[in-house]
């Protein structure tokens, strides 16, 4: 290695050092921490006040309300993901052809992406208003009676689902669309003059060249959705909000523990169980995902 190589390598270390440290210092060493006070009776005041070993972990799975939480953030990261990057990549394929009002209708699909969760959040619990709501009078038009979508627990959480399947479909469409568009155009002229149809065209051409990228899209909408917190928070408080603990998520009840109760071990440990859950779903998708069929 002459001189010249060597001052480059110290130069682009130097600067990727101090960007290192800072994301160590902010992210991953209060991860070992949050591992070591899951297994302390832990306040906020006094993080290591007394070792009890896995207590916390045995007192989990006897906790009704983190059951719930459990099943509820499992149904909503489920469907969340399933219907947003289905829709998002259908999206994809229909703008995928560069038209004049294309660009008109990729903005459309991303403005709630950049538009932030709790505006996003206030106007949706405003479209489900019982009374007032948007979508209550549109239903009105046609005879059927206002229904309280965010009072009844059966309908509250699938509110919410919709409405956080509307706000990322326009980020997995960009991601698709740029998948889409990188894909040469004789792959797909060979096929349609071969005699395939445009099923036929995005089921063997398009689909198998976006499988990293399909993968991609699956792995981030899963950890998103598994994190879901401030549209629940919003939505389902105040006296139009869900009773009790109907749409309670892990996060939520993270979140009610370490801050309401000051119970920071115990939701120190329900946060290392969100953390290898998702780390767990994550392994199987690139286990699964990524094999070449």
Known sequence: MNRMELQKRIFAYSAVIPVVLIFAFLRVVPIF???LYSFFNSTVVDPMQEFIGIENYKELFKDNLFLLSLKNTTLFALFVTVF?????LLVAVLLATKTALGGLFETLYFLPVITPMVPVAVVWKWIYDPTYGLLNYCLSLFGIKPLGWLVYPDLAIWAIIIMSVW???GYNMIIFLVG???IPDSYIEAATIDGGNKFQVFRFIILPLLRPILLFVTIISTINAYNVFTQVFIMTS?????PGNAVRTLVFDIYENAFRYFKTGYAASE?????????LLTLVQLRTGGKER
């Open 33 to 35: 921490q949050n591992f």
């Open 84 to 88: 947003s990057v289905g829709l998002a």
């Open 167 to 169: 706000k990322v479909i």
């Open 180 to 182: 889409i568009r990188d």
């Open 238 to 242: 105040g006296p139009q909000g869900a």
């Open 271 to 279: 946060a290392v169980v969100l953390f290898l859950i998702v780390l």
